[in-house]
């Protein structure tokens, strides 16, 4: 096929030309503005290398960055494990496979804001159904603070993450088992491989793949979620659910700072960027 | 062989049984909640059933802002999607179907762009919307919602235009078709449910949008539905009832959107990236 370079770049140019506008100069700007002591209101001025000395010195931003990594490596690890079980259930002969499928997907599907209120109120002290149900089954001995103790509200919002993304593990992982070929297992079987055998050593190794993208695309937005902790818990108490999206923000808006909260976004830069290339040279490798 | 099937089975539906608990309940006490009277929320026994249903919670609702929230969040969100479907589709068509110069480095920046989060990007995109004077009205989210639903928009329809083969674009070239008129009369028609999937997942990413919305709109008649639910918080105080019922309203579009297009739900949601 000849190139048709002058009619593709026409057809690109409005999407090219806004993601340019919209992400990448506006992007350049905050680059330039970490760069100064930028805030809500002043104008700004050059400080060099200022707001990120001044992270790096910071103990909140130190906890900051030890919550992330905690909140991101224990929820990704959950919803994969979770989604594994999904995928595997449901990749079964069962009745109503495609009722239970859409039911399932249900927490994924309803806006982030909604799952979080909902789980606010199953977390409440007054009033709240789950130490309702904890303390009825003689799980817990007196009603637990669920938000209000720090430990425990890492745990409490790490479940909300972990309950809104099992089903895109659960789906990602079901679309790679549903390519596996039967036959292969018919052999293995009458080979008489058991199930753990057979699935220690045939299906996982099918799906690792698609569950390694998967994971490293949720990897990508655990890190950076925003929604649930602030809403949740804004970040307290005491710091205990801090992570970056939620301190950038809490320094941009609240104490208006606004140069040293993107010097946090651009901290995080360089740990997204390689995740995003992986993605990136995953899918675009299986595409072509 | 015959215990060993059954004893399979029963792990299988328990395990199911159990999933689904854990995925359904909350929605379930969402619902419930919604239906209680004041009263019977504050109960430290919480009812599993509601006593008496009373539509008190959504009567509460529209005694605020909130229809308004519901307009704004529509209107944003239907005006953005048809906006990026457009200019996304000439995109898609282009990177699956031409070849060009730099094809691969420009998939791979929409890719970028697709997978860069809100977090990174929510201060330079409200300092571009106050830069232009927009902050505050639900044109300034019209101009920053595309930087999320046109990466993926384009991204999900280059798959779509890939699954086309190219035979039948170059049959109609051949019996002197120009291209405007094959992607318009051949390429649309065969990805019009792919387009429609698209539409509807850009909808629902713009109406459940929450991060730029707070930062970008403060004015109570520009608020979108995510903004008028958090606003239903004063300080600790916490009015379940119609906080579960504007929920309810909030998730039924899009539940109802996503049941529609559920079977393009997996090459959606893994971006092409699982095949």
Redesign the interface.
């Known amino acids: 096929?000849?190139?048709?370079?002058k009619?593709?770049?026409l057809?690109?140019s409005?999407?090219?030309i806004?993601?340019l506008a919209?992400?990448l100069?506006?992007?350049g700007?905050?680059l330039y503005?970490s760069f100064t002591d930028k805030t809500v209101g002043m104008s700004a001025h050059f400080i060099g290398l200022g707001n990120y000395l001044d992270l790096l010195k910071d103990a909140t931003f130190w906890k900051a960055v030890k919550n992330t990594i905690v909140f991101t490596v224990v929820a990704v690890i959950l919803k994969s494990v979770?989604g594994m079980?999904?995928a595997l259930?449901l990749n079964?002969k069962?009745i109503f496979r495609n009722v239970?499928?859409?039911?399932?997907?249900?927490?994924w599907?309803?806006?982030?804001?909604?799952?979080v209120?909902?789980?606010?109120?199953?977390y409440?002290d007054?009033?709240?159904?789950l130490n309702?149900l904890l303390l009825k089954t003689h799980a817990i001995g007196r009603p637990l603070g669920w938000l209000a103790e720090p430990n425990l509200a890492m745990l409490s919002v790490i479940i909300v993450n972990v309950?809104r993304g099992?089903?895109?593990m659960g789906?990602?992982i079901?679309?790679?088992l549903q390519s596996v070929s039967k036959e292969m297992y018919e052999a293995a079987m009458l080979d008489g491989a058991g199930?753990v055998k057979r699935f220690f050593y045939m299906t996982l190794p099918s799906v690792k793949e698609?569950t390694i993208?998967?994971a490293v695309?949720t990897t990508?937005?655990t890190?950076?979620?925003?929604?649930i902790i602030w809403?949740l818990t804004r970040g307290g108490p005491n710091n205990g659910t801090q992570v970056?999206?939620t301190l950038?923000?809490t320094l941009?808006?609240l104490n208006m700072s606004?140069g040293k909260?993107?010097a946090i976004?651009i901290l995080?830069?360089p740990p997204?960027i390689i995740?995003?290339n992986y993605?990136?040279k995953?899918?675009?490798s299986?595409?072509d | 062989m015959e215990n060993k099937s059954v004893s399979k089975q029963v792990v299988i539906y328990v395990t199911l049984a159990i999933m689904l608990v854990c995925a359904l309940f909350p929605l379930y006490w969402m619902l419930n909640t919604s239906f209680k009277s004041q009263g019977e929320i504050y109960n430290m026994t919480p009812s599993f059933w509601p006593k008496k249903l009373t539509w008190d919670g959504y009567r509460k609702l529209f005694e605020k802002d909130f229809l308004l929230n519901v307009r704004n969040s529509f209107v944003v969100s239907l005006i953005v999607s048809l906006f990026s479907i457009v200019i996304s589709m000439l995109a898609a068509y282009a990177i699956s179907k031409l070849k060009f110069r730099g094809r691969n480095a420009i998939s791979k920046s929409i890719l970028y762009a697709y997978l860069m989060p809100r977090s990174v990007l929510f201060i330079p995109l409200y300092m571009l919307v106050s830069a232009i004077g927009l902050s505050n009205s639900i044109w300034g989210l019209m101009l920053i919602y595309p930087t999320i639903t046109i990466p993926y928009a384009t991204w999900m329809l280059i798959s779509y235009f890939k699954t086309i083969p190219d035979e039948i674009e170059e049959a109609a070239m051949i019996d002197g078709c120009s291209r405007g008129r094959t992607l318009w009369s051949i390429i649309l028609p065969l990805a019009a449910p792919g387009m429609a999937a698209t539409f509807i997942f850009s909808f629902t990413l713009c109406w459940s949008e929450y991060l730029y919305a707070l930062v970008v709109v403060t004015k109570g008649t520009e608020k979108t539905i995510t903004l008028g639910l958090s606003d239903m918080i004063v300080g600790d105080v916490f009015a379940w009832g119609p906080l579960m019922g504007g929920s309810i309203i909030a998730s039924i579009p899009v539940i109802i959107m996503y049941l529609f297009t559920s079977k393009y739900m997996v090459s959606g949601m893994t971006v092409g990236g699982v095949k």
């Open positions: 096929m000849r190139l048709d370079n009619l593709a770049y057809l690109m409005p999407v090219l806004y993601l919209v992400m100069l506006p992007f700007w905050a503005l979770f079980i999904m259930v079964e069962i239970f499928r859409v039911l399932l997907f249900l927490p599907t309803i806006p982030t804001i909604v799952s209120f909902t789980w606010q109120w199953i409440s007054v009033g709240g159904v309702f309950w099992i089903p895109f789906i990602a079901l679309a790679g199930a698609v993208l998967a695309m990508i937005w890190l950076n979620d925003f929604e809403l970056l999206s950038s923000y941009g808006f606004l909260a993107i976004a995080t830069m997204l995740l995003i993605v990136t995953r899918s675009l299986s595409r």
